[in-house]
């Protein structure tokens, strides 16, 4: 069976830090990879998404960066984090070319000091 | 186009009562339309998704209502329970197998 993991589930960061999350797939090859920020009580917003290795779409622009250095690794990153990079990050997966098994990691709480 | 709206922002409702929370969409490309379920401090979980061949899905005491002709979809919770006091999402899935998603309704089931 396919998991998602994501770590670390929360982080507390001074401005002007550097940030990298990480998000892992197993048990499934060439996913489409996302993610995701959450604001306190609000929606989805989609930062990032990848169907393929180094392939890497940008939603928003923003202070952040993703980067897919092997087939199921997904990774969020920032040279300085800002106040407003705080929130709720998720990593999700889904079947290439599907809407099959869109699944959501955890998540990582991130607060900027 | 790619909007999907979501109504009610937030929603309370009485143990063993109905909860309704709708969607809406534009886009006619949209042919997949799941619903995400989210307590707090997780990530959202799949509940229940429907294709716009049927008008209806029921499993468990959830059920999708859809629309096709007014671009709607809703979820219904019967004898709503207190575990079921969570965020829902609604979304819609276009031609890039990407889901747009709707704005996301907090419900509080009162015991």
């Known amino acids: 069976s396919q998991t998602i993991h994501q770590w670390p589930a929360t982080l507390v960061q001074p401005v002007g830090s550097p940030l990298s999350l990480e998000c892992t797939v197993e048990g499934t090859s060439n996913p489409n990879l996302y993610w995701y920020r959450q604001a306190a009580g609000r929606g989805l917003q989609l930062l990032f998404y990848s169907v393929g290795i180094g392939q890497i779409s940008s939603e928003v622009p923003q202070n952040l960066s993703a980067s897919r250095p092997q087939d199921r690794q997904f990774i969020l990153s920032s040279k300085k984090l800002l106040l407003s990079d705080s929130g709720f990050y998720l990593c999700?997966?889904?079947?290439?070319?599907?809407?099959?098994?869109?699944?959501f990691g955890s998540g990582t709480r991130l607060t900027v000091v | 186009q790619q909007q999907v709206k979501q109504s009610p922002q937030s929603l309370i409702v009485q143990k063993g009562g109905i909860s309704i929370i709708n969607c809406a969409y534009e886009n006619t490309a949209f042919d997949y339309f799941p619903w995400y379920q989210q307590f707090p401090g997780k990530g959202p979980a799949l509940l229940i998704a429907i294709r716009p061949d049927v008008s209806e899905k029921k499993e468990g005491r959830f059920t999708i209502s859809f629309n096709k002709s007014a671009k709607q979809f809703s979820l219904h919770i019967m004898d709503s329970q207190p575990g079921d006091s969570a965020t829902y999402f609604c979304a819609a899935g276009d031609s890039n197998y990407q889901l747009i998603w709707g704005a996301g309704t907090k419900l509080i089931i009162k015991p």
């Open positions: 999700a997966w889904s079947v290439s070319g599907a809407y099959y098994g869109y699944t």
